[in-house]
């Protein structure tokens, strides 16, 4: 990657690469014009699937957070509560549960990023991220990020993203009962 540095000694050459690229390279690594909107054009779409790959499963591991019946009853009774928080000391008159069971759930929910916890005192408040909500929200949106960011990435199959309703699938469409 780089040019020879002549020493104090005319007579040695050390290898030491400089912080410039080699001009004697320099027409070697210099793109094509010509494929330049090829290579522009497959970056974009690389970003694209990296993109959409990130989406869903940053909202992957929040649905994994959330598929517990007892942890998805404590975001709902989160969300209800005002300023969308709780104290633990509510929530172990509520469930029928030891408070171990119960810290883990919190826990569980704390590490997936859905809850925030705050030490007031002696007891644990639990907040509903706004952004985990909004991330949960916008996954299942047809509309959503990850929603827009898969119909770019598959546009050119009509079997999977259909500018019609009409079925594309190889199986043909399913008759209408009673046929």
């Known amino acids: 990657m ?5 020493d104090d000694t005319a007579s040695s050459r050390s290898s030491v690469p400089t912080d ?22 497959d970056i974009a779409d690389g970003l694209a699937d990296i993109a959409a790959d990130a989406v869903a499963g940053d909202a992957a591991a929040l649905f994994k957070a959330l598929a517990d019946p007892r942890r998805l009853q404590l975001v709902a009774l989160a969300q209800q509560a005002p300023q969308a928080e709780v104290c633990f000391c509510d929530l172990i008159d509520v469930f029928p549960l030891p408070q171990s069971s119960l810290s883990h759930h919190l826990r ?5 990023g859905v809850f925030e916890r705050e030490r007031r005192g002696t007891w644990s408040w639990y907040r509903l991220r706004d952004e985990a909500v909004a991330q949960l929200t916008d996954a299942l949106r047809l509309d959503g990020l990850l929603h827009q960011l898969l119909r770019r ?26 046929d």
């Open 108 to 112: 569980v929910l704390v590490d997936a």
């Open 2 to 6: 780089g040019t020879h540095q002549a």
């Open 20 to 41: 410039g690229p080699d001009p004697a390279l320099a027409a070697v690594d210099a793109p094509d014009p010509a494929q330049d909107n090829t290579l522009q054009h």
């Open 153 to 178: 990435e598959h546009a050119d199959n009509p079997k999977l993203i259909s500018a019609t309703d009409a079925p594309a699938s190889q199986c043909g469409a399913i008759p209408p009962a009673g």
